[in-house]
Nanobody
Framework: QVQLVESGGGLVQTGGSLRLSCAAS??????MGWFRQAPGKEREFVAG????????LYADSVRGRFTISRDNGKSTVDLQMNSLKPEDTAVYYC???????????????WGQGTQVTVSS
């Protein structure tokens, strides 16, 4: 069984930064992903990274502003979010899957989510 726990969400002004962290325990799959879900919208892929190679993938909407990283020793995956915009407001989830996929159905385990609110 895999357990994922997100932390680091909060309220920030436009242009500010936040760093989310996902602590994983158990036998995680080969990759980790960050997704987000805004009110009234479907959950969408934000970024993903492979544990072994560090290869990462970003959604177009966050590329250049967000950075995903992993610490294999600590089994954590972080999401550094800079230049935040009101449209980044959402509940952010981390997930464990067998590869970096943009579709949530490809991920087997999910955290409980952490709220990020960007005020204008």
């Amino acid at each position: 069984q895999v357990q994922l726990v997100e932390s680091g969400g909060g309220l920030v002004q436009t242009g500010g930064s936040l760093r989310l962290s996902c602590a994983a325990s158990g036998r995680t799959r080969d990759a980790m992903g960050w997704f987000r879900q805004a009110p009234g919208k479907e959950r969408e892929f934000v970024a993903g990274i492979r544990w072994t190679s560090g290869i990462s993938l970003y959604a177009d909407s966050v590329r250049g502003r967000f950075t995903i990283s992993r610490d294999n020793g600590k089994s954590t995956v972080d999401l550094q979010m800079n230049s935040l915009k009101p449209e980044d407001t959402a509940v952010y989830y981390c997930a464990s899957g067998r590869g970096i996929f943009v579709k949530e159905r490809e991920y087997d385990y999910w955290g409980q989510g952490t709220q990020v609110t960007v005020s204008s």
